[in-house]
């Protein structure tokens, strides 16, 4: 009788609660899209997380104190999770393979499952196994899932990655037991997020919907889980979330409970129901995190509960977190911006307005191309006219966070980096570097093509802002064909129209960030070469490694010093006057609004729309004449056939 109780016993505790038919309660409280955004903003400097009331929003003592709120009103089980890109976005990140603050806090915080995003792999994969190495050096990590990654056969870049994959820092899957039900957790890379992870090479990423099926036929056959949750960077589109990428997945695979979505920084106020299947998104950058309280029965799953926590200055941050990041902000100060003379909170510059982005010609976008185009003017030969840039391009993708005002207008370096915050160099150094390439007239007609048609298609990333130049387009015009006029200059030294037809050879010296680069370098093959870019040389000779087109900001040393974009902005600020008895250099007020560089002229006037047209133009000018003309045979046919066919049943009754 004794050793059936000592069989029996271990077996029966094993057995989950579920089975009893008795309703249990798991919460899970989700983040994601953080960013590396451990302050509260905008600005940064006005955060005062020990008080409320001072205007800013998220922080990451804020989130603390939630977390511990939510866990301290339950009496069930409680797990926080992540959805991915919990880096890069402020100068916190500059240490993130040395000092891995991020993936520390969490652990601190209390996360237990989080996945990986598109930039936790812009320092490549060796950055990635660098901050993985260093989180277990420095205390820890959460747990970390990712299913559908694939490393490369022989190549020596993943290596290290996969070193740290094989160790177990990494999981494909994970299963966690609480009161009895056994919680499955895989995670996800979705394909928009690929396209957003060009130095993620020699990685590769399977299909996330077969991927999806294969984790839930593991976790549900294998290892026996009562519920499964995808932590998934696939995203929502609020415009249309029938047609987003978490949504097809949880329509597409069956035995999905949850998915908590990421990398769209979607602000989703109520889960969404897909079939079995629930979805939620906290938008980004720590300013919301969602509380999701779960019913289980029967091996059913269901919302007993959810909100959105919204992180503002109306909560008390956890003194304890608030500790950790001050001292992470001093280390920051010493190691990173030290040895350009600048502090995390030192004050540079005043504004008396806003400085935003949108995907229009924005104030921000207009101040950071023109910070790039002076910056690496600085470094030109100004006896060589043709080493001059005469253009500068960026892209909103790549700016980050506007510049408010705030109570005070100071800017301080550390919200001002947040602005143009992100990526990596050739000389594997924080921050992206300039580049000085030369296209010809038609090429940067191209370039802003990608502004009035592919950031319409692809999203508000691909739209471009410039220095340099100006110009008009036609939104109805034909896709990929819609700019209308371009002059080069500025309103100080005056504007000349560019010659953009195919015929003229002439280069012209453009400047941009590697990684913009690199973009417009490949952006042919997302078009069917319709918008082919090849960046040159100053001889006309195209570019095959465009490390080579880096500015040097020191030629006088061995090899190049990089001149990166970040501390180009950070110069141009402190290079402006001081004005207004602030004491510090003073936003011009000529960035108050727009500057007319992107006009918009809609006209359906048959002119405009095939004025200078290019192939597609007249393609599709075409397909408008001939569609009607095949409409109009078609109806003739019909109706001669009609005609026959009464006639002939005419002729049948006569008879």
């Known amino acids: 009788?004794?050793?059936?109780?000592?069989?029996?016993?271990?077996?029966?505790?094993?057995?989950?609660?579920?089975?009893?038919?008795?309703?249990?309660?798991?919460?899970?409280?989700?983040?994601?899209?953080?960013?590396?955004?451990?302050?509260?903003?905008?600005?940064?400097?006005?955060?005062?997380?020990?008080?409320?009331?001072?205007?800013?929003?998220?922080?990451?003592?804020?989130?603390?104190?939630?977390?511990?709120?939510?866990?301290?009103?339950?009496?069930n089980p409680v797990m926080v999770v992540d959805a991915g890109d919990f880096i890069m976005g402020t100068l916190f990140h500059m240490l993130c393979r040395e000092r891995a603050f991020e993936l520390r806090l969490m652990k601190h915080m209390g996360y237990d499952v989080i996945t990986l995003g598109n930039h936790e792999f812009d320092l490549k994969p060796a950055g990635l196994a660098r901050i993985l190495r260093s989180a277990r050096?420095?205390?820890?990590?959460?747990?970390?899932?990712?299913?559908?990654?694939?490393?490369?056969?022989?190549?020596?870049?993943?290596?290290?990655?996969?070193?740290?994959?094989?160790?177990?820092?990494?999981?494909?899957?994970?299963?966690?037991?609480?009161?009895?039900?056994?919680?499955?957790?895989?995670?996800?890379?979705?394909k928009d997020a690929e396209e957003f992870s060009p130095f993620a090479k020699p990685l590769k990423f399977s299909e996330p919907v077969e991927t999806a099926k294969n984790m839930v036929d593991i976790l549900r056959s294998k290892e026996s889980a009562d519920m499964v949750v995808c932590l998934s960077h696939g995203g929502i589109d609020p415009g249309n979330p029938s047609l987003s990428e978490d949504v097809k997945l949880a329509r597409k695979v069956r035995g999905i409970d949850v998915i908590i979505s990421g990398h769209t920084h979607t602000p989703l106020r109520k889960p969404i129901i897909e079939g079995k299947t629930i979805i939620v998104q906290a938008w980004c950058y720590g300013l919301w995190v969602g509380i999701m309280d779960l019913a289980f029965n029967?091996?059913?799953?269901?919302?007993?509960?959810?909100?959105?926590?919204?992180?503002?200055?109306?909560?008390?941050?956890?003194?304890?977190?608030?500790?950790?990041?001050?001292?992470?902000?001093?280390?920051?100060?010493?190691?990173?911006?030290?040895?350009?003379?600048?502090?995390?909170?030192?004050?540079?510059?005043?504004?008396?307005?806003?400085?935003?982005?949108?995907?229009?010609?924005?104030?921000?976008?207009?101040?950071?191309?023109?910070?790039?185009?002076?910056y690496v003017n600085k470094f030109a030969d100004q006896r060589d006219p043709a080493a001059k840039a005469v253009v500068a391009i960026d892209s909103n993708g790549l700016i980050r966070d506007p510049m408010m005002k705030g109570k005070t207008g100071k800017i301080a370096v550390c919200d001002l980096f947040n602005a143009l915050p992100l990526g990596i160099g050739a000389d594997d150094t924080m921050g992206y570097p300039m580049v000085r390439i030369?296209?010809?007239?038609?090429?940067?007609?191209?370039?802003?093509?990608?502004?009035?048609?592919?950031?319409?298609?692809?999203?508000?990333?691909?739209?471009?802002?410039?220095?340099?130049?100006?110009?008009?387009?036609?939104?109805?015009?034909?896709?990929?064909?819609?700019v209308t006029g371009i002059w080069i200059g500025n309103k100080e030294e005056g504007y000349k129209q560019l010659d953009y037809s195919e015929s003229n050879k002439k280069l012209y010296c453009v400047t941009t960030n590697l990684y913009n680069a690199t973009f417009l370098n490949i952006i042919g093959g997302f078009t069917m070469n319709i918008l082919k870019i090849a960046p040159k040389d100053r001889s006309g000779n195209p570019i095959k490694d465009l490390a080579q087109a880096r500015v040097d900001a020191d030629p006088i040393k061995p090899g190049i010093q990089e001149a990166k974009q970040w501390l180009g902005l950070m110069h141009y600020v402190r290079s402006f006057r001081a004005m207004g008895g602030t004491g510090y250099p003073e936003v011009p007020d000529r960035y108050r609004g727009k500057l007319g560089r992107i006009v918009s002229e809609p006209s359906l006037n048959p002119v405009s729309l095939l004025k200078r047209g290019t192939y597609m133009t007249w393609i599709g000018f075409a397909a408008i004449l001939v569609i009607p003309a095949i409409v109009a045979l078609i109806a003739v046919f019909v109706v001669k056939n009609a005609r026959t066919a009464h006639h002939a049943g005419r002729g049948s009754l006569q008879t």
């Open 1 to 75: 009788m004794k050793l059936c109780r000592g069989f029996f016993l271990p077996v029966l505790l094993c057995i989950p609660m579920a089975l009893s038919g008795k309703e249990q309660k798991i919460t899970l409280i989700h983040t994601n899209d953080m960013h590396s955004h451990l302050l509260g903003f905008s600005p940064n400097i006005e955060y005062t997380p020990a008080v409320t009331g001072d205007g800013t929003k998220g922080g990451w003592a804020r989130i603390m104190t939630v977390i511990k709120n939510a866990k301290a009103e339950r009496s």
């Open 137 to 190: 050096e420095y205390g820890g990590c959460p747990t970390i899932v990712s299913s559908n990654i694939i490393f490369s056969e022989h190549d020596e870049r993943d290596r290290a990655l996969k070193e740290e994959f094989n160790s177990g820092t990494v999981k494909p899957y994970f299963v966690a037991v609480k009161d009895g039900i056994r919680i499955g957790f895989f995670g996800l890379l979705g």
């Open 438 to 482: 030369y296209f010809y007239g038609s090429e940067i007609k191209r370039t802003l093509e990608i502004l009035t048609s592919l950031s319409k298609l692809k999203g508000p990333d691909y739209f471009l802002q410039a220095s340099g130049l100006r110009f008009t387009y036609n939104p109805y015009r034909m896709i990929f064909d819609r």
């Open 298 to 374: 029967n091996g059913n799953v269901t919302i007993s509960g959810y909100r959105i926590a919204e992180i503002d200055d109306r909560i008390i941050g956890d003194p304890g977190v608030t500790g950790m990041i001050d001292g992470y902000k001093d280390e920051i100060t010493r190691e990173v911006l030290a040895r350009h003379e600048l502090a995390f909170d030192t004050v540079i510059a005043h504004t008396g307005f806003d400085l935003d982005i949108a995907e229009e010609e924005s104030n921000l976008g207009n101040l950071i191309a023109d910070a790039s185009l002076w």
